[in-house]
């Protein structure tokens, strides 16, 4: 006892295994050793000291939670979720089973988690984790509805629950219910988050209440954090039409175009070209490095585009062309040393 109360498990079960025989079928005996050594970090030895008992005591519930539990630490959820259903059919409503058994299913729209997350729901309304993950289950499928009943019995025993109120933000947007978006909002902000998520989402509540200027402030508050992203910045050039400021809309929808354009294009375009010209699709080279002009362009597209023309396309007067934008380019001079050289000799030769 005095090594169960200090903690001190390894030598708790060195003791056990030194007054009890190793062939002991005794269920107390078993169970002692199993459970000290499951929390000295024994598992293997606890694994072997519970199935014993397994055998001897297969409806034992607190057996069945050592044993999901043991396997869950052992990193074996399959085995972990057969013992969970073990219990299932000794206790149809053990609530912590249901809950276990939903965290046990990684993808959250799936059939078996949402079952899982409505019996532990009907069993336990008010459970603030499963209301957020059923009411996650039910958003991302849509149901938009369902998801904001869950959250309701849930918030009624815990109004500042920041967890809650985060899911029911975008759920009370969806279903119109601007007012109650705006207070949950809110309540969020003065209860000291004031996330990119929360500023994003009060930000939409506004614009669909056409308060455009409010709704401007959240956003622009984003970018000032540095978060924003595509759906902010479109939002924000949204905001600046409504205000008739027209050339800040515009800038700001060219931003948000190049926030949804990944920063390679120009690159994937590039090599798409090369790779045509060594397959002697030279029209569709010279279409890809044209495209990849559309992104960011560092130079060497053009010195592609020079040679492309020079020598395959035999268009002298666009090889010049390409060649003097590839110098004005001002290329790294160290880097591509040789091919400047080239580049301004071969001018010279073609323009004679």
Do not use: W
């Amino acid at each position: 006892m005095d090594l169960y109360q200090n903690q001190r498990f390894s030598e708790a079960a060195a003791y056990l295994q030194s007054i009890y025989s190793e062939n002991t079928n005794d269920p107390k005996a078993l169970a002692q050793l199993a459970y000290t050594n499951m929390m000295s970090g024994n598992l293997p030895a606890a694994e072997k000291g519970y199935l014993k008992l397994y055998s001897i005591q297969p409806a034992s519930l607190p057996l069945l939670f050592n044993l999901a539990s043991l396997q869950r630490r052992r990193g074996n959820d399959n085995k972990a979720i057969f013992y969970y259903k073990e219990i299932i059919k000794i206790d149809s409503l053990n609530f912590n089973v249901y809950k276990q058994l939903a965290a046990l299913v990684q993808d959250p729209i799936s059939p078996e988690k949402q079952c899982y997350l409505k019996k532990a729901n009907l069993l336990h309304p008010t459970d603030a984790d499963i209301a957020f993950d059923l009411a996650n289950s039910y958003s991302l499928q849509k149901k938009n509805d369902s998801a904001y009943i869950v959250l309701q019995p849930a918030l009624a025993v815990d109004t500042a629950n920041l967890m809650l109120l985060k899911a029911k933000l975008p759920v009370s947007i969806t279903l119109k219910k601007m007012d109650e978006a705006i207070l949950t909002g809110e309540m969020l902000i003065a209860n000291g988050d004031s996330s990119g998520y929360v500023l994003n989402n009060m930000g939409k509540a506004y614009f669909i209440q056409k308060q455009y200027a409010q709704s401007l402030k959240f956003f622009k508050t984003i970018e000032n954090m540095q978060q924003q992203n595509e759906s902010t910045l479109y939002y924000t050039a949204l905001c600046y039409r409504e205000l008739k400021n027209y050339d800040l809309a515009a800038e700001y929808l060219n931003k948000s175009i190049r926030e949804s354009l990944s920063p390679y294009m120009s690159s994937y375009y590039k090599i798409l070209g090369e790779v045509y010209e060594k397959t002697k699709q030279l029209k569709m080279a010279n279409q890809s490095y044209q495209k990849s002009l559309n992104y960011e362009n560092k130079g060497e597209v053009y010195y592609n585009l020079a040679l492309l023309n020079d020598f395959k396309l035999k268009n002298k007067k666009a090889a010049v062309k390409y060649y003097q934008k590839f110098l004005n380019s001002k290329p790294d001079t160290e880097k591509y040393k040789e091919v400047l050289d080239y580049t301004k000799q071969r001018m010279i030769t073609i323009t004679k």
